[in-house]
Nanobody, 126 residues
């Protein structure tokens, strides 16, 4: 089993930055791809970014390209989401998720991920 805990959310003004962390415990996630998703009130959960096990491959939602950066530190069993130039439409609960399958490509489909955290709230004021 893998337990995931997100942190780093909060309230920020438009144009500001936040860095989210996803800390894993239970077992190493170094062999697995990890994704970030978000869900705004009244909307479906949406893919944001994903990173391969080595960190060498990344995949982003078009609307966050150039503003968000996903990275990982396998020694710390942690994945990050650096969010810059935040917009009010980025307001949501952000979740990290692990796809517990070795290899393969990166996916934006939430059904491909096996373990989920509880989420952290990000609120961007205008």
């Amino acid at each position: 089993q893998v337990q995931l805990v997100e942190s780093g959310g909060g309230l920020v003004q438009a144009g500001g930055s936040l860095r989210l962390s996803c800390a894993a415990s239970g077992r190493s996630i170094s062999r697995y791809a990890v994704g970030w998703f978000r869900q705004a009130p009244g909307k479906e959960r949406e893919f944001v970014a994903a990173i391969s096990s080595s960190g060498g491959d990344t995949y982003y939602l078009d609307s966050v390209k150039g503003r968000f950066t996903i990275s990982r530190d396998n020694a710390k069993n942690t994945v990050y989401l650096q969010m810059n130039s935040l917009k009010p439409e980025d307001t949501a609960v952000y979740y990290c998720a692990v796809r517990a399958v070795v290899g393969g490509r990166l996916y934006g489909d939430s059904g491909r991920y096996d373990y989920w955290g509880q989420g952290t709230q990000v609120t961007v004021s205008s």
